[in-house]
């Protein structure tokens, strides 16, 4: 049974940082194409960063390039995004997801198969 387990969020002041973490079980991780998505209430989900399986490529939306960083450690299955100077605009729920060896079409939510529970991220101006 795949599992994954978002945690980190929280309530930060809006310029502070949060590291959201994403531990994956019953899965080869290293095998996977993991993400983060964000979905605010009234909006759609969407993709905030993407590391490929290889770790050779990262995809960021624009709205957070120059302040959050996707990262992976395989040998503890663990999935981070650092998250700098927040904006009231990053406030969501954050979902991290997998793929396997997927490398194309990353955008998209339709590719990833599994999804966490969500964390939420709240940032007060």
């Known amino acids: 049974q795949v599992q994954l387990a978002e945690s980190g969020g929280g309530l930060v002041q809006a310029g502070g940082s949060l590291r959201l973490s994403c531990v994956a079980s019953g899965l080869t991780f290293s095998q996977y194409t993991m993400a983060w998505f964000r979905q605010a209430p009234g909006k759609e989900r969407e993709r905030v960063a993407v590391?490929?399986?290889?770790?050779?490529?990262?995809y960021y939306a624009d709205s957070v390039k120059g302040r959050f960083t996707i990262s992976r450690d395989n040998a503890k299955s663990t999935l981070y995004l650092q998250m700098n100077n927040v904006k009231p605009e990053d406030t969501a729920v954050y979902y991290c997801a997998a793929s396997y060896r997927q490398t194309y079409g990353l955008a998209s939510r339709d590719v990833y198969r599994y999804w966490g529970q969500g964390t939420q991220v709240t940032a007060s101006s």
């Open positions: 590391m490929t399986w290889t770790g050779s490529t990262t």
